[in-house]
């Protein structure tokens, strides 16, 4: 399977999903600079996280119009995988690929820290490779990680299906103290009406090596590798 990662002016962990990508077997990984308009032939967009340029209006609100966006819509529109990570998330909501937005945390302090997430939907290209209910560690890295919707958009994604993790406690619990930033109702991430763009805040791509605590983000790749011969892809098309 081939990745077609993001790079914009300030991106900064591009890398870390380049090298996470790479401990898979069988998949292929590289970089598209934000004024390309091709993918380059890939099967899956990962817009990484890290400070696009553009920031400091809004996070996001730049690096939506950089030429090679206008090419990842028209992916997704076809039905290509794409996944958004922390500042991919908020690009990904600029750019209108999900609903809702990412506003400063609850406290206004930048956070950097492991969290745990819980697992809401396994029906999709992004989750198929856990449990339902299944408890992740996994990192968060951010100053507007505030996952904020008008009412009637959450009660759409609660109705379809459509948040996929929220942050909980260890034991899988989502209640006030588990939420890290603030974020309506412990949303962490949440996909498209047509399940193939997903939007995260953590960073599965710091928790694929032991070495780094964690190997439970290794769940998120492993599902889009599993995608191409799941029977619950069959059952979606």
């Not at 529109?77 to 996944?83: D, E, Y």
């Not at 439970?216 to 098309?237: C, E, H, M, Y």
Request: net charge negative.
């Amino acid at each position: 399977m081939k990745f077609a990662v993001l790079r914009f002016p300030g991106s900064n962990c591009d890398q870390d999903c380049i090298h996470a990508l790479s401990t898979f077997p069988g998949t292929e990984a590289d970089y598209v600079w934000h004024k390309d308009t091709s993918l380059g032939g890939a099967d899956v967009v990962v817009v990484p996280g890290g400070f696009s340029y553009g920031d400091y209006l809004r996070t996001g609100s730049i690096a939506r119009f950089s030429p090679i966006m206008k090419t990842v819509k028209e992916f997704a529109a076809a039905g290509g995988l794409v996944i958004g990570i922390c500042n991919g998330f908020q690009i990904l909501c600029e750019s209108g690929l999900l609903p809702g937005a990412l506003v400063r945390n609850r406290d206004l302090h930048f956070l950097c820290k492991h969290v745990f997430l819980r697992v809401e939907q396994t029906d999709t290209p992004f989750t198929n490779a856990s449990a339902k209910g299944a408890v992740l560690n996994v990192p968060v890295a951010h100053g507007e990680g505030c996952y904020f919707a008008d009412d009637e958009t959450l009660q759409r994604l609660n109705a379809e299906g459509r948040v996929l993790v929220r942050y909980c406690d260890a034991q899988g619990q989502v209640n006030e103290a588990s939420n890290p930033n603030g974020s309506k109702e412990n949303i962490a991430g949440i996909c498209n009406e047509g399940r193939n763009v997903f939007g995260l805040m953590p960073h599965p791509e710091r928790a694929c090596d032991p070495f780094l605590g964690s190997t439970d983000g290794s769940v998120i790749f492993q599902s889009l590798l599993n995608w191409p011969t799941s029977p619950l892809r069959k059952s979606a098309a």
